[in-house]
């Protein structure tokens, strides 16, 4: 079992940048495909990207590919999200979350068993 915590959301101006961090309180995150996700006010909870356990495969949503990367460190067992360029669209509440096994579909909420609290990110046009 894992237990996640973000941080590194705030607010920030159209075109500026932001770094989420997603750490384990308990747990070992290597042992987890990892995704962020983030819900707009009135919408539903949507797949941002997602991570392997060594980090060799990445997954973007298309709104979001060349301007966010993730990215993680086992060793310190935290993920990141680097988003840069942002926009007003990408204002909203982002979850990192934990998902077991191999091969499954990582764009489905539903895969991941273990979830942030979440962070705020506003972004001001």
């Known amino acids: 079992q894992v237990q996640l915590v973000e941080s590194g959301g705030g607010l920030v101006q159209a075109g500026g940048s932001l770094r989420l961090s997603c750490a384990a309180s308990r747990g070992t995150l290597s042992s987890y495909t990892m995704g962020w996700f983030r819900q707009a006010p009135g919408e539903e909870r949507a797949f941002v990207a997602s991570?392997?356990?060594?980090?060799?495969?990445?997954d973007y949503v298309d709104s979001v590919k060349g301007r966010f990367t993730i990215s993680r460190d086992n060793a310190k067992n935290t993920v990141y999200l680097q988003m840069n360029s942002l926009n007003s669209e990408d204002t909203a509440v982002y979850y990192c979350a934990a998902a077991s096994g191999y091969f499954r579909e990582y764009r489905d909420y539903s895969t991941y068993s273990y979830w942030g609290q979440g962070t705020h990110v506003t972004v001001s046009s």
């Open positions: 991570i392997t356990r060594n980090g060799g495969t990445t």
